[in-house]
């Protein structure tokens, strides 16, 4: 398969003001985002595989909002028709939360984080149902388990450590929401520096 250039989603109006994403050809898609996640104008929200060829689907310019629901949430490479909804977005969840998202942005970039080693799918705790691995306010050093990444249904551990990265550090924030695609280097938890216990 081979990859082309970047396709922006058209935008149609839906019920209650919600704003729909929708295909604009028939092929598979294999979501990016997350129901929860803000999505910002420009954003990647997945990828459209047609005829072999997978092509990055990004939101257009004027559209932002909260996911509240995402076509194929749960499966790679679902069989769309044109028109149909890939992701839909309540602008008004987008507007309340857009300033935290900023801050949470500004803060990734000039702070501490802990990124993904491969792509794969986020899970933040062994099974449903289950603690979470690590949560803000916890201390972790190294060999600890962070998270769970899977790559093409195989699961791996993802542990804390690596070049650049203190030997214990608080967790200050979980970036990434439990079933999200990842790529490499994305990051998935902000850090507070701190002495090894």
Known sequence: MTRAALRTAPARAGDDGLVVLVADTVGRFTPRVAVGALVEPGQVIGALEILGVIEPVVSGAAVSGRATAVTGAHHHRHPVDCGAPLVVLDPALGVTTAAAAAATTAAVADGLVFRAPSSGRFYGRPTPGKPAFVAVGDVVTAGQTLCLLEVMKTFHRVT??????????????????DDADVGPGDPLFRLEPMEAP
């Open 160 to 177: 804390y450590g690596g070049p650049g990265l203190p030997a214990a550090a608080r967790i200050a924030a979980v970036i990434v929401a």
